[in-house]
């Protein structure tokens, strides 16, 4: 997988791992994104691999709103930028954004496009598939998390994935 977006990622001298990480959650994201018709997968496989460009220079929670900085700076559409900016977890919403020192606004994903990357992100540790159990223990080990997080995450996953489970 060599393409625009991994290119960008290595000249903005992202880490190996990272990059192995974007790539590990454009692939998820694609398995996900077969369960709807309507989603534009260019859009989602361009957000995928540079949902995470921030952390080429911060691993803070901020690397969020640097990624999108970094995106724009190269012409990305609002769409791009908006899964970079909403792929944080399950989303955060303006009052945990404040509390975390983010920019206060709503970074909640609200596109289809949007919601597939943000759980595909939280499906994927390192380059590796993780399951929703996994992601959960790992939330509540955080004390940071809300129980809040936890239902929008379970949210997220019975709107993309067990929805469509037999």
């Not at 998820?28 to 369960?35: D, E, L, R, V």
């Not at 977890?89 to 920019?103: F, M, N, Q, R, V």
């Not at 939330?139 to 037999?166: C, M, P, V």
Request: contains cysteine; negative net charge.
């Amino acid at each position: 997988m060599d393409n625009e977006e991994i290119r960008l990622l290595k000249k903005e001298n992202t880490p190996d791992n990272v990059i192995e990480h974007c790539k590990a959650v454009c692939v998820k994201s694609m398995q996900i994104a077969t369960n709807f018709n309507d989603c534009d997968k260019d859009l989602i496989q361009k957000g995928a691999l540079l949902h995470d460009i921030g952390r080429s220079k911060t691993h803070g929670i901020t690397h969020a709103v640097v990624g999108v900085e970094i995106a724009k700076s190269y012409g990305y559409p609002q769409e791009v930028l908006n899964i970079i900016e909403r792929h944080i977890g399950a989303g955060i919403t303006e009052s945990e954004a404040e509390k975390l020192g983010l920019p206060k606004k709503s970074y909640v994903p609200e596109t289809i496009e949007e919601k597939i990357v943000a759980h595909a992100d939280n499906l994927t540790s390192g380059s590796r598939e993780v399951d929703l159990d996994f992601v959960i223990a790992k939330w509540q080990r955080n004390i940071d998390e809300s129980e809040d997080n936890i239902k929008r995450l379970i949210r997220l996953d019975e709107e993309l994935i067990k929805a469509f489970e037999e």
